[in-house]
């Protein structure tokens, strides 16, 4: 499937997404809304019910007016103007609340006009294991006739309780976010996987392609029987033959490396090196083998320069990376390799006045197969695997490796350590 396709189904499907957690949201909002409203008929029914009972027990006319004011959401008093007996109110609220499947816990207290302040408070809760606290007081009113209030503490999660139904949709809408969410995701890394396999061929078969054509033009000149009559022409011939030979089998070699690499199954083969001399051995190894004209400055300051490393994959990291250092240059390589000691740390800057990378490049830098644009250096050959394998080999020996740059103003790689054994 094309990238277009990908991203419009991508973008189709999450616009389908929202739209139904809107209208789940929006729905439940409206259902929240409607189990409040019920909620709050009920208890004013109980507690109009309760009023009533205190009326007919002090033999007291029912006013005109409602006798119930909602102060807040969860928060209701009922205005009686007679004294109130705190057992009895709490008998009639329980069992006015039983009536109707209020089985919540509430906290009531009692307005006393003589004392000007709330007396009697009590938190009831229709759970016999759960110890009753007392009454936090409740808020007083300015009304000055005998009132009693009630409050459910814990009103929003009463509501939510009663909407078991909304809950359990909401709760499977959520799982189907998530298993969407996660299936996008997959599918994004499965195209971006598919893309990188897709690089990574062409440039394997353009890095065969180049030697397998120059051996099979070789062997075409070698077969003439003239060439035995001109033995340096011969003998130039048979050498590009031989390291046009010996770099196919590196890079096979690489990539069969890097194939079953895995950080925690890799079998170093640790040994005290002095660092400098490692650093030295591939500096004469790279300048012999590359032609281009360059500079490698050393500024070997460490003191303490023995670390426990395997010295065959510590070279090639180093190796790697001055390789890139050489190859990512537009102008003559100038590459400063330094060492120093730091704590307990062997710390190796190596910093290149090469193209640079770009700030969305360096976060995936050291990805197996990832390779930098490369600008106007189309001669840039590799699989992307030399980072990843550089990586790799200095998580093995407990070590980290940094990047520092900025496109168009070099690289700087930052190598730390441990001293002594790894």
Same mark, same amino acid.
């Given at each position: 499937?094309? *990238?277009?396709?990908?991203?419009?189904?991508?973008?189709?499907?999450?616009?389908?997404?929202?739209?139904?957690?809107?209208? /789940?949201?929006?729905?439940?909002?409206?259902?929240?809304?409607?189990?409040?409203?019920?909620?709050?008929?009920?208890?004013?029914?109980?507690?109009?019910?309760?009023?009533?009972?205190?009326?007919?027990?002090?033999?007291?006319?029912? +006013?005109?007016?409602?006798?119930?004011?909602?102060? %807040?959401?969860?928060?209701?008093?009922?205005?009686?103007?007679?004294?109130?007996?705190?057992?009895?109110?709490?008998?009639?609220?329980?069992?006015?609340?039983?009536? *109707?499947?209020?089985?919540?816990?509430?906290?009531?207290?009692?307005?006393?006009?003589?004392?000007?302040?709330?007396?009697?408070?009590?938190?009831?809760?229709?759970? /016999?294991?759960?110890?009753?606290?007392?009454?936090?007081?409740?808020?007083?009113?300015?009304?000055? #006739?005998?009132?009693?209030?009630?409050? !459910?503490?814990?009103?929003? %999660?009463?509501?939510?309780?009663?909407?078991?139904?909304?809950?359990?949709?909401?709760?499977?809408?959520?799982?189907?976010?998530? !298993?969407? %969410?996660?299936?996008?995701?997959?599918?994004?890394? /499965?195209?971006?996987?598919?893309?990188?396999?897709?690089?990574? =061929?062409?440039?394997?078969?353009?890095?065969?392609?180049? +030697? =397998?054509?120059?051996?099979?033009? #070789?062997?075409?000149?070698?077969?003439?029987?003239?060439?035995?009559?001109?033995?340096?022409?011969?003998?130039?011939?048979?050498?590009?033959?031989?390291?046009?030979?010996?770099?196919?089998?590196?890079?096979?070699?690489?990539?069969?490396?890097?194939?079953?690499?895995?950080?925690?199954?890799?079998?170093?083969?640790?040994?005290?090196?002095?660092?400098?001399?490692?650093?030295?051995?591939?500096?004469?190894?790279? %300048?012999?083998?590359?032609?281009?004209?360059?500079?490698?400055?050393?500024?070997?300051?460490?003191?303490?320069?023995?670390?426990?490393?395997?010295?065959?994959?510590?070279?090639?990291?180093?190796?790697?990376?001055?390789?890139?250092?050489?190859?990512?240059?537009?102008?003559?390589?100038?590459?400063?390799?330094?060492?120093?000691?730091?704590?307990?740390?062997?710390?190796?800057?190596?910093?290149?006045?090469?193209?640079?990378?770009?700030?969305?490049?360096?976060?995936?830098?050291?990805?197996?197969? !990832?390779?930098?644009?490369?600008?106007?250096?189309?001669?840039?050959?590799?699989?992307?695997?030399?980072?990843?394998?550089?990586?790799?080999?200095?998580?093995?020996? *407990?070590?980290?490796?940094?990047?520092?740059?900025?496109?168009?103003?070099? #690289?700087?790689?930052?190598?730390?350590?441990?001293?002594?054994?790894?």
């Amino acid at each position: 499937m094309k *990238r277009k396709s990908i991203l419009a189904l991508v973008i189709m499907a999450a616009i389908s997404i929202l739209g139904i957690v809107a209208t /789940q949201v929006y729905w439940f909002n409206k259902a929240f809304d409607t189990e409040e409203d019920l909620f709050n008929r009920d208890v004013n029914t109980a507690l109009f019910n309760v009023a009533n009972q205190f009326f007919e027990i002090n033999e007291a006319a029912v +006013p005109t007016v409602n006798p119930i004011k909602q102060l %807040s959401t969860n928060y209701y008093v009922v205005m009686i103007n007679n004294e109130i007996d705190a057992n009895l109110l709490e008998y009639l609220l329980k069992t006015e609340f039983e009536k *109707r499947n209020i089985a919540f816990d509430f906290e009531y207290g009692i307005y006393d006009c003589t004392n000007d302040k709330m007396v009697y408070g009590n938190y009831v809760s229709f759970d /016999q294991e759960k110890t009753h606290a007392s009454g936090s007081g409740l808020p007083k009113w300015e009304n000055q #006739s005998y009132y009693f209030g009630v409050q !459910f503490p814990n009103k929003a %999660s009463i509501i939510t309780n009663r909407m078991g139904i909304w809950i359990f949709s909401s709760s499977v809408l959520l799982l189907v976010v998530i !298993f969407f %969410s996660y299936a996008m995701f997959v599918i994004l890394k /499965q195209r971006r996987l598919s893309e990188i396999q897709n690089d990574f =061929i062409n440039n394997m078969t353009h890095e065969f392609k180049t +030697p =397998i054509s120059t051996i099979a033009l #070789s062997v075409d000149v070698l077969s003439d029987p003239k060439i035995t009559q001109q033995p340096e022409r011969y003998l130039n011939y048979t050498a590009i033959i031989r390291n046009e030979n010996q770099r196919l089998k590196n890079q096979v070699e690489r990539v069969l490396q890097m194939a079953g690499m895995d950080t925690d199954e890799i079998a170093l083969k640790k040994e005290p090196a002095n660092i400098h001399e490692v650093i030295a051995e591939v500096v004469e190894s790279i %300048s012999a083998g590359v032609e281009q004209d360059k500079e490698i400055q050393m500024n070997l300051n460490a003191a303490n320069t023995s670390c426990d490393i395997d010295k065959l994959h510590f070279s090639n990291v180093l190796f790697n990376l001055l390789d890139n250092a050489i190859k990512y240059c537009s102008n003559k390589p100038v590459i400063k390799i330094e060492t120093y000691n730091q704590k307990q740390n062997l710390i190796i800057r190596i910093q290149d006045n090469g193209i640079g990378i770009g700030a969305e490049d360096k976060k995936r830098i050291f990805e197996k197969f !990832f390779r930098v644009s490369t600008g106007n250096l189309h001669d840039v050959k590799g699989f992307g695997l030399g980072l990843s394998y550089v990586m790799q080999i200095i998580k093995a020996h *407990r070590g980290k490796i940094e990047l520092e740059s900025k496109e168009g103003e070099g #690289s700087t790689f930052t190598i730390t350590l441990k001293n002594g054994k790894g």
